[in-house]
């Protein structure tokens, strides 16, 4: 078992020093047009909603709107009300959580997704256990196309990342579609002008 664990660690080692160039990317046109509209537009389609929200009292407005007191929030961005999490909070703590606040790096118009990273998720099971989540996204941020999202993620080193788009959904051999049966129930995205 030794011999294992050095033959894995000088891969590692080898590896992780020095990252495999990303091949290149043929770059395909896309429809011209407001990225903001089409994220709305495609973010609906897949079973998930927008806010349009020019100033962050309004996001923490509509969540007090939509929430009762009794409701267990976690928000990981600063300026959105809600509890927060320590880097040693055991996962089977958030099995009763609500809603989750998360704010993505960026989101991509033409599927809806938004990309997010460990450091940005408090803990990465909480994007996929809460009950409802819910994203801050600027406007500015929005990106048209995946290749747009591949060459500005590059060769960015994070333990974990993952795109999100819209609630969990499952449907069986009837088409029967299914909100929420392995992930959260709703995905509220909350877009906030770029001016902020």
Do not use: C
Request: hydrophobic fraction near 40%.
């Amino acid at each position: 078992m030794e011999s294992r664990a050095k033959i894995l660690e000088a891969l590692n080692k080898k590896f992780t020093d020095h990252p495999a160039p990303l091949p290149a990317l043929k770059s395909f046109p896309y429809a011209a047009g407001d990225p903001i509209d089409k994220f709305e537009f495609v973010l609906r389609g897949i079973g998930g909603t927008t806010v349009r929200a020019s100033n962050w009292q309004e996001i923490n407005d509509y969540i007090r709107k939509e929430y009762t007191p009794e409701n267990r929030i976690i928000s990981l961005v600063e300026q959105v009300e809600g509890s927060a999490i320590t880097p040693d909070s055991d996962p089977h703590t958030f099995e009763n959580v609500d809603l989750v606040i998360l704010q993505p790096h960026f989101a991509v118009a033409e599927n809806g997704a938004a990309w997010i990273t460990s450091d940005r998720m408090g803990d990465r099971a909480l994007p996929f256990i809460s009950q409802h989540i819910a994203l801050v996204v600027t406007t500015d941020s929005i990106l048209h196309t995946m290749q747009e999202a591949y060459e500005k993620i590059g060769n960015a080193n994070h333990p974990f990342g993952t795109f999100i788009a819209g609630p969990s959904k499952t449907a069986d051999i009837e088409q029967s579609l299914v909100l929420g049966a392995h992930g959260p129930k709703s995905m509220t995205v909350f877009l906030l002008s770029h001016q902020i």
